[in-house]
């Protein structure tokens, strides 16, 4: 099945500067990778995702680069904010198929703390 | 619309009690899931649903049956409690379709067994 490694578990940067966590993944056949955001006592929510059919995708402050064949995605968070402080989680998965669901194989986490 | 939500918020089992935490969603949702979060290990699956009357075990079911008897509502039951079923539990749910949907997270239920 698919293992998703994640690193930094501990990340910690200076306020406006950048930050950026790494994920590989096992299953080749996986083409569908998010990344959640988790704040202290609060669910998980969905900040950005990317397809297997695109490199990279940008959202403000946010970037997902994708390698497919290296078979490794990357969040990408620049001029950090202190609310920017949270776990962040990345998944693989694949296109759901009606009779298996959507089954997201998650990283451990990454703990960002942006340092006034 | 409330999302998803999960009851009850807190609880703390003596080993070999019972229970069942219930996840609720208005969205019309087909998929629903149960994870657990323990620290350093991220969300593992425990078990999902793919519709309602359907279940399947995920990556961590041992110890932990559901049901799905309305789309709604996915109900994950502990039979006997043991110490390392301490966790945070979070469902989720997601949309049926032909590409990848963002799953919805409840707000978690943290458990504790003494």
């Known amino acids: 099945g698919e293992n998703v490694e994640q690193h930094p578990s501990t990340l910690s940067v200076q306020e406006g500067d950048s930050a950026v966590i790494k994920c590989t993944y096992s299953?080749?056949?996986?083409?569908?990778f998010p990344w959640y955001k988790q704040e202290l006592g609060k669910r998980p929510q969905l900040i950005i995702d990317?397809?297997?059919?695109?490199g990279e995708k940008k959202d403000q402050r946010i970037a997902v680069t994708l390698n497919k064949t290296a078979k490794h995605f990357s969040l990408h968070i620049t001029e950090t904010q202190p609310e920017d402080s949270a776990v962040y989680f990345c998944a693989a998965s694949m296109i759901p198929l009606e009779d298996y669901g959507q089954n997201f194989v998650f990283g451990p986490g990454t703990r960002l703390s942006v340092l006034p | 619309n409330a999302g998803v939500t999960q009851t009850p918020k807190f609880r703390v089992l003596k080993t070999g009690q019972s229970m069942t935490l219930l996840c609720a969603q208005d969205m019309n949702h087909e998929y629903m899931y149960w994870y657990r979060q323990d620290p350093g290990m991220g969300l593992r699956l425990i078990h999902y649903?793919?519709?309602?009357?359907?279940?399947a075990k995920g990556e961590v079911p041992d110890g932990y049956n559901v049901s799905r008897l309305k789309k709604q509502n996915f109900l994950l039951g502990l039979e006997s409690a043991a110490p390392s079923q301490t966790s945070v539990y979070f469902c989720?749910?997601?949309?049926?379709?032909?590409?990848?949907?963002?799953?919805?997270f409840g707000p978690g239920t943290r458990l504790t067994v003494t």
């Open positions: 649903s793919v519709g309602e009357g359907t279940t």
């Open positions: 299953d080749s056949a996986s083409n569908y």
């Open positions: 990317i397809r297997s059919n695109v």
């Open positions: 989720a749910s997601s949309y049926l379709g032909d590409r990848p949907h963002e799953q919805y």
